[in-house]
């Protein structure tokens, strides 16, 4: 379920956590109700991600997406320089 919730965050505008609990691996497929066919560019993927999959997901796999606070780990680089030739 991590690798699924950084699956998602790739394609949602913050990051989706995972509160499951759940360890293994699963094998689940999710079909967007309504959807004729996928494409794999970031913006037909951007519409796919609508809000209908929260209910997507909801009702074929039993899980929720729901908006909250949570403390995540981000890298900040504030300064970058070359290497010098010693």
Not at 22 to 28: A, E, H, P
Not at 67 to 78: C, P, Q, T, W
Request: proline share 3%.
């Amino acid at each position: 379920m991590v690798r699924f919730a950084g699956f998602l965050s790739t394609y949602m505008d913050r990051p989706v956590v995972d509160f499951t609990a759940l360890t293994g691996r699963y094998d689940f497929a999710v079909k967007r109700e309504g959807a004729e066919r996928s494409t794999p560019d970031k913006a037909a993927f951007a519409e796919w991600m609508s809000s209908s999959i929260f209910g997507d997901l909801q009702r074929q796999l039993g899980l929720r997406l729901d908006a909250d606070k949570a403390s995540v780990e981000y890298l900040v680089v504030d300064h970058i320089e070359m290497p010098t030739d010693n």
